[in-house]
């Protein structure tokens, strides 16, 4: 199916951007394929967390160098911004290490559950919402 968590939602490119005026995910069928379901919802949760990271940075001045410089594992740089523009999937040794690393970076797991609703389709974009996401499924279906 999808080789990048990016590859669900479109533009790809808005993908974890703060500054994206437009990102519709493309939900597959909630009854037909389970494990296409679990990758959707996983790439909606990283969407999710890249846009949680970037807030936190930004109001911490905490730049992508900094994440990099922190994160010791090899080729950091280029493998955070991999991540956070949902070229490559997240991994639990990348949440423990920005739990570490950016404590209060990563979002709560009722801002997890709106996104991943929203991305579904199953309800409409919250009011005072910061963000421009919508589904192409339909909502209440």
Do not use: H
Request: one cysteine or more; charged letters at 25%; a positive charge.
């Amino acid at each position: 199916m999808s080789a990048q968590p990016r590859d669900w939602c479109s533009p790809r490119e808005a993908f974890g951007r703060l500054d994206a005026t437009e990102r519709v995910w493309s939900p597959p069928d909630p009854f037909g394929n389970p494990l296409a379901v679990s990758k959707f919802r996983a790439a909606v949760m990283q969407n999710a967390i890249a846009l949680s990271v970037r807030g936190f940075k930004n109001t911490s001045e905490v730049g992508q160098e900094d994440l990099a410089r922190l994160d010791l594992r090899s080729d950091s740089m280029n493998m955070w911004n991999a991540r956070l523009c949902g070229r490559a999937n997240l991994s639990t040794q990348d949440i423990a290490a920005l739990t570490v690393l950016l404590p209060g970076a990563l979002p709560g797991e009722e801002a997890i559950r709106v996104f991943i609703s929203v991305a579904e389709g199953s309800v409409a974009r919250p009011k005072f919402w910061d963000f421009p996401d919508t589904s192409k499924a339909r909502p209440g279906r």
